[in-house]
T-cell receptor, first 113, second 114 residues
Framework: QKEVEQNSGPLSVPEGAIASLNCTYS??????FFWYRQYSGKSPELIMS????GDKEDGRFTAQLNKASQYVSLLIRDSQPSDSATYLC?????????????FGKGTHLIIQP | EPEVTQTPSHQVTQMGQEVILRCVPI?????FYWYRQILGQKVEFLVS????????KSEIFDDQFSVERPDGSNFTLKIRSTKLEDSAMYFC????????????FGEGSRLTVL
């Protein structure tokens, strides 16, 4: 059974610091990895996708993937209070594309002003 | 910016009643999805739809569920005989490119079954 594990938090980070969010997955066949942000009562919003080992940077966000360790992380630099949300890790097998994305339960991030 | 729209935003229904949730995907997207999120729990895949047929469904998507694309824009999820445990937020999503897995979600329809 495919599983995606995240520490549920809350993870509390001072404003301006780096927030580090982690995710592990069980299915070695997973090839596509995503980070979604979900504000309370709202829908998930895609913020990063990563498909190959290494780092991928987009503005203040950096996604890191290590397939050997089955580990994905998200770094948020210069954290802002507006970054306070639940961050969902999602993975899937590339041959299935978005069919049946498996989500983690999410990490609740709190940025302290 | 194009977006996925869902109606209704909130529906309250009695157990055993039929419910239809509606979605208008992003216009140039070809792949459509329904996910659900029970309060405090994970986002769970229900079904994917492409070329007017189901391409994948989860074990949650049993015989009480059905999906349809009745015209060129709407994508609907029908729950035939609702149960208390169907209470959840139902998200519609669409994707332009299935292989990337990049989904764009609607704001959700909250279903409350009494």
């Amino acid at each position: 059974q495919k599983e995606v594990e995240q520490n549920s938090g809350p993870l509390s980070v001072p404003e301006g610091a780096i927030a580090s969010l982690n995710c592990t997955y069980s299915d070695r066949g997973s090839q596509s990895f995503f980070w979604y942000r979900q504000y309370s009562g709202k829908s998930p919003e895609l913020i990063m996708s990563i498909y190959s080992n290494g780092d991928k940077e987009d503005g203040r966000f950096t996604a890191q993937l290590n397939k050997a360790s089955q580990y994905v992380s998200l770094l948020i630099r210069d954290s802002q209070p507006s970054d306070s949300a639940t961050y969902l890790c999602a993975v899937n097998i590339i041959t299935r594309g978005a069919d049946g994305l498996t989500f983690g339960k999410g990490t609740h991030l709190i940025i302290q002003p | 910016e194009p977006e996925v729209t869902q109606t209704p935003s909130h529906q309250v229904t009695q157990m055993g009643q039929e419910v239809i949730l509606r979605c208008v995907p992003i216009s140039n997207h070809l792949y459509f999805y329904w996910y659900r999120q029970i309060l405090g729990q994970k986002v769970e895949f229900l079904v994917s739809f492409y070329n007017n047929e189901i391409s994948e469904k989860s074990e949650i998507f049993d015989d009480q569920f059905s999906v349809e694309r009745p015209d060129g824009s709407n994508f609907t999820l029908k729950i035939r005989s609702t149960k208390l445990e169907d209470s959840a937020m139902y998200f519609c999503a669409s994707s332009q490119d299935r292989d990337t897995g990049e989904l764009f979600f609607g704001e959700g329809s909250r279903l409350t079954v009494l």
